[in-house]
């Protein structure tokens, strides 16, 4: 039991689990080797007590760590280190920590202070280095990498939901330290502990769907009608809505390791679920598997979230997974899934296996989504016009990545000056009166009271501003960066859908070649081109659905940034008048 | 004529002076070296002709430059670059230059970044450097040098007032270089464009006084009365005032050289008298050798305005020529002196000129103002009180001092955050959401006007914001700026009127080892105590009149700045309540 074990890689324990932080070359010793779930108890040098990864570290007596050879993963375009840790689909990582790398495709003329002390409560600590970029590719070089995590291969018992996987996370509004280093990344995990997520969508390519036969017109099928904006889904007569509260602690391995349940009540049932973060990552899966050339699935917030304390965290982890709920119920397609359903509304616990099992044998998934999209009615679009059309959105979709960008930059160095620097000053503004104060105090001179109390009291006026001051982004820029956070992740995932479409135009306008050389027949090119109709009209009606969440969105964000400004502005106006009013008129 | 000049040191033309700036070992080409006043007419190397101090260049052929040898000033405690260019009474040099040389004096844990770029319009251009220490001691460690002055020498005609020697200047809310560099100081000059000025009341001392024969109980008798807070001088039924306004140029040496005269309206005449700012310095002279020991002078406001611009240089040396006018005008023992009134209200020429040369005799100068005080029908104070008052003075004048050079390196760095980092900061907010607004104009969606019209209008008010951020330091920091400034000058002046009185007690303390070594008579003993009983009152009085002008003007600038504070934030406010109005209510 008293093996030694030697730390490979830096870990930074996530708060509450039960983790201990290690850093590289360490040595440690291993208490406990039977934990499971790819965690490993050590002892420090200190006499701290708590888990690390297994892959992490490297034990003194053989066959202590171990597990099957790493995975031959060459063919992904990623760094040496990085390759055999972890991959995901590229459309995940677009989103998943869109702080990253962000200095790299940051427009010109905005000089980022990567290194500047940046200091809001819960995004302060850069937990680990996500500097190796294991993306499978970088469609608009600004693809954060994923962080490799330790949790179970794709071959455990899909009812052991008890393993604590839930990530460690960087981001946040701290600093990121760009995607161009060259350090290593933190995991070196390979065998068990690691999953690896083939881009499933991207890889049959729309080539299967453009061919098949026409799916029977059942009632999954997802209509497109013309609206005013141009096409449009079909949305449900009631909007779907959940809420995501209630965060419960619970432990497993005999309170070794801690997990946190999330309540799930959607507007439907108004009856809870619980969740657990993995249950949210296993719908993301299921949604992006199947819907991902169609919708674009924004990634979960895992690696976007961190906080220097566990409540902390918690919260914030609460608060972007309801973002994502709530932009997922928006969604008419996904809303009126029959996975997400089950997600919001299962009955009991059969019902949730029963209906986990059966959504992971869907096989409408990838491009065979469009076989049950019906644009009907509509006339099928020439190839030129859907071509014009896809062009259009990855010209405005590119263009809203820059502009959402720019404005988190400049927010992150506001939110920097308004936490740092800007209170600082104020206070010190304050001290120098207050100080003044106790000066004039010390004259002697008769009749002096009435200036200090009114220099004292204009000194503390000035150090309550220093504190509203760095407490406004909380309340303000804070939700404006959350919005364009979301967006940033949600149109990182927009170059991969429109690729799918961009890949059918191709084949589409190789029918003629095709035809000559026997490859289709000539109605298998008609076949073509109405397909391709057809996911060009899932393409508008998706975009008309972004334009319209997009207008609401940042109409509704811009209201609240601007409200609280000017509450923050009128309350500094209001206690500055106070202060005033201490002074003596002449 | 055409010889060839090599220039010896930096020289910065002060703007509308026809002055050339040159460099350093740069070659210039003699045009007229008739010019006098120690100026000479040059051209560079790119054509530009201008006047440089004959003392700055060294001409090619012998006979060129000259002068007589430099003094031998090496009693003086200055740097030896700096030691034969220029002297001043210490008093003045206190509050020569407030900001120079601040950082070495300045409060433990405030620190100062010097190199970072400061540019409110008037104050940008550190002309010059001030580092070699000219001042004949220091008492608070924060003396700021003199700059090097290209004006007359004693011995000069004294109504040839056409000369310009306004000097150049630094300062303002620039950047200083401190005390402790060991930077060569500008002027190498010497002889006739040099001017040495000792401090005539710190030569002589106090023991004149204490030993003199009673005054007669003349008319110049200057009375100290028992009032609410203690002695106070007669302060005259009407208060003086006077307007310093109209500044207009005039020029000389055939338009070569311009100068600048100023309108001086006093409310008891209402009419103007003109007075260049060399009138003002030789006010000042006078003011400081006949009531330097009784009553602090506070040195003209010369090193501390500068300006990019002629307009903003003229503008705010009169607005501080103003305060130091109205200080004075404050004063009971200045407005009502001779000197004082004929500057004010000279009748013609000839009454100037009068005026001029009865003042520059009047020999009741130094500490023998004391002899013409007379704290009438007050008690003798007991030297051991004397004393007590002397320290409690010393110790406010002193913590006043700090608590003031605090507020203004607080100032300077929030004036620098104000006019550089935060504007740029709201601007680039700005950008970014006319930025985005601009993106979303292009997406081609239906109904978007409203929310980019609202952003655009957004954008457009954070970029109003950073203009009003930068632009309200002149508007209220520059008061209270300009207020310490001030206090800080005429604090630095009470070292030396302190030091009179303490080394008054000094003497007084000896008294019974001088009667003792019959080096003086106990009458004369006696006489002695009583002498520093009438300085004590005097500079008790002096105090009393501080503290009382003390808290007029702070709660005067205090009520200004807040008020002008709470203008801004409002506007804010109101100018984002606008913005936000723009924006669809949901």
Not at 251 to 258: A, D
Not at 423 to 428: A, I, N, T, V
Not at 483 to 502: A, M, Q, R, S
Request: with cysteine; aromatic share 10%; proline share 6%.
């Amino acid at each position: 039991m008293a093996s030694k074990a030697q730390v490979l890689y830096d870990f930074t324990a996530e708060p509450g689990n039960n983790e201990l932080s290690v850093r590289e070359g360490e040595t440690l010793t291993v208490t406990n080797q039977s934990i499971g779930g790819g965690w490993i108890e050590v002892q420090n040098s200190k006499g701290e007590v708590g888990l690390v990864p297994e892959d992490y570290i490297e034990i003194g007596k053989p066959g202590g760590g171990g597990g099957p050879p790493a995975l031959d993963l060459s063919f992904f375009d990623s760094q040496p280190a990085a390759a055999t840790s972890t991959t995901t689909h590229s459309q995940a990582s677009n989103g998943n920590d869109p702080w990253a790398a962000f200095s790299t495709n940051a427009n010109a003329g905005f000089s980022t202070n990567a290194n500047a002390g940046f200091s809001n409560n819960w995004a302060a600590q850069p937990q680990g280095t996500e500097t190796g970029r294991t993306s499978t590719h970088d469609p608009w070089g600004s693809a954060a990498p994923p962080h490799p995590q330790a949790y179970q291969g794709p071959g455990a018992d899909d009812d052991e939901w008890d393993d604590e996987w839930d990530d460690k996370s960087t981001g946040g509004y701290g600093e990121s330290e760009g995607g161009e280093g060259g350090a290593i990344n933190r995991g070196g995990a390979t065998g068990t502990s690691m999953k690896i997520k083939f881009p499933s969508f991207s890889k049959s390519g729309p080539e299967l769907y453009l061919l098949s036969k026409p799916a029977p017109k059942g009632k999954d099928r997802l209509l497109i009608y013309m609206g005013e904006v141009g096409p449009i889904w079909s949305y449900p007569e009631a909007a779907l809505d959940c809420v995501v509260a209630d965060p419960k602690k619970g432990t497993k391995m005999y309170g070794l390791k801690s997990y946190i349940e999330y309540q799930v009540s959607p507007n439907t049932t108004n009856r809870p679920v619980n969740h657990r973060y993995k249950h949210f990552d296993w719908l993301y899966e299921r949604l992006l598997d199947k819907f991902g050339s169609a919708v674009p699935i924004p990634s979960l917030p895992d690696k976007q979230v961190t906080g220097r304390f566990e409540e902390e965290f918690i919260k914030m982890r609460m608060e972007r997974l309801q973002g994502w709920m709530t932009r997922m119920c928006r969604h008419p397609v996904i809303a009126t899934s029959e996975v997400f359903q089950l997600f919001l509304s299962y009955k009991d616990e059969k019902d949730w296996k029963m209906g986990k099992r059966k959504a992971e044998k869907d096989e409408a998934v990838g491009a065979m989504i469009f076989s049950t999209i019906d644009p009907e009615g509509l006339p099928d679009l020439d190839p030129i016009d859907v071509e014009h059309k896809c062009e259009q959105f990855s010209r405005f979709t590119r263009a809203m990545d820059d502009g959402v960008k720019d404005l988190l930059t400049v927010g992150q160095e506001h939110w920097k000056r308004c936490t740092g620097p800007l209170p600082k000053e104020y206070q010190r503004i304050g001290k120098a009166f207050q100080n003044l104060s106790s000066v004039f105090n010390s004259s002697g001179y008769e009749g002096e009271a009435t200036l200090t109390d009114a220099l004292t009291q204009a000194g503390k006026t000035y150090e309550d501003i220093a504190l509203m001051v760095a407490e406004q982004p909380k309340k303000d820029l804070h939700y404006l960066m959350e919005t364009n956070n979301e967006y940033k992740g949600l149109l990182g995932c927009f170059p991969d859908t429109i690729g799918v479409h961009k890949s059918a135009i191709e084949k589409v306008k190789e029918g003629d070649k095709l035809v000559a050389t026997s490859k289709i027949t000539p109605g298998d090119k008609i076949t073509m081109a109405k397909r391709a109709s057809t996911m060009s009209y899932a393409l508008q009606a998706e975009m008309n659905h972004f334009h319209s969440n997009r207008i609401y969105d940042y109409n509704r964000v811009m209201r609240l940034y601007l409200e609280e400004q000017v509450k923050f502005y009128e309350t500094i106006a209001e206690k500055l008048k106070h202060a005033h009013s201490q002074f003596t008129a002449m």
